[in-house]
């Protein structure tokens, strides 16, 4: 069965400085990898996601990830954090045996300080 | 592109009522709906799957009478929550899919229920 593992329930940076959100997977097909931001009462926006393509994914503002097969690692980065990057991060999993149902990390809460 | 909306973004309704919340996607047209709920600081649950003009799939747990799901056209669902108990209340956030599997899912900006 699909699953994802998100390895920080929280991450504080400071403004200006990188963030890094860990997210390790399982599949037994050929995943594809999704990362969503929400923020406060919002709905959840798409980030990136990965698709069997090109293993270093660049998304919106700024964010990418690399797809690490040998260390089923999906983790999120991003070089300088700004106040507006404070929010909640979900890794995402879907592959052939659920249907290409979501199945969700538990989340990543990011607090940038300025 | 790919904007999904919901309908309404807030609600509360006494217990014993009945909630419909709408689900559209405005500028494409959706083969599949998905309904998720979500509590305070936790992650998204999938409720169930809806493809336009057939019955809802639910998942494991979800009482499918409690939870009713209704996929009228390609860019319309609707959960209506029937006797809504206070245990109800919940962020309740719908995403659309084009016609592949593998499609990306488009989320909506969610529905805050409150029922008191």
């Known amino acids: 069965a699909q699953s994802v593992t998100q390895l920080d329930s929280h991450v504080s940076v400071s403004e200006g400085t990188p963030v890094l959100l860990r997210c390790n997977y399982s599949?037994?097909?050929?995943?594809?990898l999704f990362w969503y931001v929400q923020h406060p009462n919002k709905g959840l926006q798409l980030l990136l996601k990965y698709t069997s393509a090109a293993t270093l994914v660049k998304g919106i503002n700024g964010f990418e990830a690399e797809f690490k097969k040998s260390e089923t690692s999906f983790h999120l980065t991003k070089p300088s954090a700004h106040m507006s990057d404070a929010a909640e991060y979900f890794c995402v999993v879907s592959d052939l045996a659920n249907d290409y149902k979501l199945s969700f990390g538990a989340g990543t809460t990011v607090t940038v300080r300025a | 592109g790919a904007v999904v909306s919901q309908h309404p973004s807030r609600v509360i309704c006494k217990s014993g009522t009945s909630v419909k919340i709408e689900c559209r996607s405005l500028d494409f047209q959706a083969t599949t709906m998905f309904w998720y709920r979500q509590f305070p600081k936790k992650s998204l649950m999938l409720m169930a799957t809806?493809?336009?003009?057939?019955?809802?799939?639910?998942e494991q747990g979800v009482e499918k009478d409690k939870f009713l799901i209704n996929h009228a056209s390609l860019t319309l669902s609707t959960l209506t929550v029937t006797s809504a108990h206070p245990e109800d209340s919940s962020f309740y956030i719908c995403?659309?899919?084009?016609?592949?599997?593998?499609?990306?899912?488009?989320f909506g900006p969610g529905t805050r229920l409150t029922v008191l």
């Open positions: 995403s659309a899919r084009r016609g592949s599997r593998t499609d990306t899912q488009y």
């Open positions: 809806s493809n336009e003009g057939s019955k809802a799939t639910y």
């Open positions: 599949s037994s097909y050929s995943p594809s």
